[in-house]
């Protein structure tokens, strides 16, 4: 009997742990060893890094998922359903952690952030899974992984505490699956991803579709829809039509509209249909963002992504490789569409690179996958040139790219450090004084909903003057909000009291932050209105 014989009758998980074990162990200690550079950060001089949130947006989804826990509903104000939430199924999640794990004295930050960390361990095993089913060498899928780990972007996603770690994952997943042929469970994948991230809709059209494409060239009957075609895409389609039309109808009975409110919040309805300058301005802005495409490693990376789409040819994998190329090209499209980038100046803070950063891991992979037909072509050349040339070239694009990703990692570090001590030190602190300073049923008027709304008293009306978590004000000027809603107090920042500002008012706290990162303003300002 052979030793490969012998093997395959040994338990799945046995083998699996054999084939992929050494990889795992290692990706899950990397991905937390690159997390504590962000959470051990205190460039701001404060410990925040290891106890806040990033983002105001962070303590929106907390709100929710603690009405959803101990109200059993989507409650933004006690009792009043909202359609602030861009993502469902993660506010479903956090609650669960919220619910077991904050009666034990774990604090709310860290329930997000544990939460994200823990799929963002999962990023780069999907990774490698996926570039090992494009058939390439081991070492190259493993190298794919350990890029993941290390790209600053995604690791400063993963202790965010936001969806994008589960977002990805659920997206590299579905599409390891669907090549798998496992389609009912890359499909219930693709649904979830739907209630994660309303970019998962293309991108469950697109792997669906891309998962069908064989199935119909091989077909030898003439009709509309074979029995098998069809089997497939219940399988594929109807987890997506299922939970999105849900949340669809939710929106729908809350706000009047098939949509969450944050769509007709930030949606750039002037930039139409196609907006090439637009798109332009996107992929020159978040390039210099991107470690891999700074400086004299842009012109070899395009290279090797042009090289990756003659490798799909070659090695007659196109249809495998059309979902990796399509959803680049349609989420880009779609963010060009959505929101306005200004050729220089643009904020490219985490608040706008996390609608873009779960396109990484694809464009690694299609990377790594070239970079291996290349070494494998320059190996059957049997030319002495190819044989020295190729792995100098090689290390260097390495090394040249590790001291990019060196140079991000400093300054994303910095910026995790400060973004959090921006919104511990202003918005939970201003929040916290709300719930001691201002009485019960008292109605407040806010431009960063968040934290204040967390932390203030829940018999305390919250009003979202942006309309993020206030359906009746999206679209509308704080002036005209503050005549028909009468709320007692507002608090904004500076900027919004300029000296024309129509209502008399007295102020009874402020905070000011020593260096802005995140915020909508360096100075944040309670005021009594009279």
């Known amino acids: 009997m052979t030793q490969r ?40 001089g404060s410990g925040s890094a290891w106890s806040g949130l990033p983002l105001d947006d962070n303590w929106i989804h907390l709100v ?15 009792g009043v359903p909202e359609a602030g939430m861009s993502s469902p199924f993660w506010v479903i999640l956090l609650g669960l952690i919220y619910g077991i794990f904050t009666p034990l004295g774990l604090s709310p930050q860290w329930c997000a952030k544990g939460l994200s960390l823990v799929f963002a361990c999962g990023v780069p095993l999907a990774t490698y899974h996926v570039a090992r089913e494009l058939k390439i060498g081991k070492h190259w899928a493993w190298l794919a992984g350990v890029l993941v780990i290390l790209e600053p972007n995604l690791a400063y996603g993963n202790v965010a505490g936001m969806e994008v770690s589960l977002f990805t994952l659920l997206m590299l997943a579905a599409l390891w699956l669907t090549w798998r042929s496992r389609y009912l469970l890359a499909g219930i994948l693709l649904g979830l991803s739907v209630v994660t991230r309303a970019e998962g809709v293309p991108n469950a059209v697109l792997i669906g579709l891309c998962a069908l494409l064989p199935a119909y060239i091989k077909r030898r009957q003439m009709s509309l829809v074979t029995s098998d075609e069809l089997k497939m895409g ?29 769509y007709f919040v930030k949606h750039n309805f002037s930039l139409g249909y196609l907006n090439l300058e637009n798109l332009w301005n996107i992929l020159q802005g978040y390039a210099g963002q991107l470690a891999m495409f700074r400086g004299a490693l842009l012109p070899v990376i395009l290279i090797l992504l042009a090289v990756s789409f003659w490798y799909f ?3 007659k994998q196109i249809v495998l490789a059309l979902p990796l190329v399509l959803i680049s090209i349609v989420q880009l499209y ?15 803070s985490y608040f706008t690179r996390r609608y873009m950063d779960f396109l990484l891991p694809l464009w690694i992979i299609q990377i790594v996958l070239a970079a291996g037909y290349l070494w494998d072509l ?50 939970v602190a201003m929040g ?25 008293r829940a018999d305390q009306t919250i009003v979202d003057f942006l309309g993020l978590n206030c359906w009746r004000c999206m679209g ?9 809603l009468r709320p007692q107090y507002l608090v904004v920042f500076r900027t919004a009291l300029t000296s024309d500002f129509p209502f008399p008012y007295e102020e009874l706290r402020k905070i000011n932050v020593e260096r802005n990162t995140i915020l909508g303003g360096n100075e944040l300002v309670a005021v009594k209105l009279k």
């Not at 699996?16 to 701001?44: C, D, K, M, N």
């Not at 916290?432 to 709304?453: C, H, Q, Y």
């Not at 509308?476 to 028909?484: A, G, S, V, W």
């Open 5 to 44: 014989t012998e093997s395959k009758k040994q338990p799945y998980l046995i083998r699996f742990v054999r084939a992929h074990g050494a990889f795992y162990a290692v990706a899950i200690l990397l991905t937390l060893a690159v997390a504590g550079l962000y959470l051990l950060g205190r460039q701001s």
């Open 64 to 78: 929710y998922a603690r009405s959803l826990i101990e109200k059993g509903w989507f409650y933004y104000n006690a």
């Open 234 to 262: 219940l399988k594929l389609f109807l987890p997506s039509l299922i939970l999105g039309g849900a949340w669809s109808l939710y929106n729908h009975s809350v706000n009047g509209h098939w949509l969450p409110n944050t």
């Open 313 to 315: 040819y070659k090695s």
């Open 334 to 348: 779609a963010f060009s569409i959505n929101v306005k980038v200004e050729a220089v100046g643009f904020p490219w």
């Open 378 to 427: 320059a190996s059957r050349l049997q030319k002495r040139w190819a044989i020295l040339a190729t792995p100098v070239l090689l290390l260097a694009v390495l090394l040249l790219a590790g001291w990019n990703f060196v140079q991000l990692h400093g300054y994303m570090t910095e910026q995790y450090s400060w973004n959090t001590a921006n919104v511990e030190q202003t918005n």
């Open 432 to 456: 916290k004084w709300l719930f001691s300073n201002v009485p019960a049923g008292a109605s407040i008027g806010v431009t960063d909903a968040g934290a204040m709304r967390f932390w203030s």
């Open 476 to 484: 509308r000027p704080m002036p005209e909000l503050i005549t028909e």
